[in-house]
């Protein structure tokens, strides 16, 4: 089964690991939720990984920052705790 997430692209972060020598991508969006512990709706930062494979995405994507965007993902699970979304395909489309 393969998803697709759409949503506003506020960012596209870059973050170089110096002992490794590796970029590593995400493009980066806020989503509305609401806090019961604050008692008001607030912003959380959701960031979806581009892959190395995809790495050369990253400066075309930039030319969409803040217009919603269609992209292929799949889930991508750390550990027990912690899980994400990950770029499935280099294609992509962008809503006008």
């Not at 400066?59 to 993902?73: D, F, N, S, T, W």
Request: hydrophobic share 40%.
């Amino acid at each position: 089964m393969r998803l697709h997430a759409t949503f506003l692209l506020e960012n596209v972060s870059d973050y170089k690991d110096e002992q490794k020598n590796i970029v590593y991508h995400s493009l980066v969006t806020t989503q509305k939720k609401w806090s019961s512990k604050l008692n008001r709706e607030i912003e959380d930062v959701v960031s979806i990984s581009i892959p190395q494979k995809f790495g050369w995405l990253s400066a075309e994507l930039k030319k969409y920052i803040g217009k919603e965007i269609i992209v292929a993902v799949r889930e991508r699970v750390f550990n027990d705790k912690f899980s994400g979304y990950a770029l499935d395909s280099d294609q992509f489309s962008v809503n006008e």
